[in-house]
């Protein structure tokens, strides 16, 4: 069996899709690395992993690499990039099935949630 994990990341300053965002997701009671890629120009990524690398709490963290997106776009800011890296912290109540996590982002904050 597998879960289909899927994500669309969107740009918050202008609303568009945020292409080319690495992201990863791993187990959070061991940091075993479940898989790691990049948004699509669609700002979209999709990842079947097997049920049995899933620790068995559910428990797993996707990291956001912000920063790197934001850099070298010309974004008006009172102040500087501060956030690094996003980390949204879940809890899966099945090891299979299909979640999806869409997230809006911008440069200093995040907003995400859970959608079938």
Known sequence: MTLKFTTHVLNGTDGTHAAGVGLSL???CDGTLLF????????????????????DDGALELVIRSRAFWEGRNIPRSGPQIVDEVAVR??????SGHYHLPVMLSPNSFSGWWSS
Do not use: Y
């Open 26 to 28: 791993c187990n959070r």
């Open 36 to 55: 790691s890629g990049v948004t699509d120009a669609g700002g979209r990524l999709q990842a079947e992993i097997p049920t049995e690398a899933i620790a």
């Open 90 to 95: 879940i809890t899966l109540p099945e090891r």
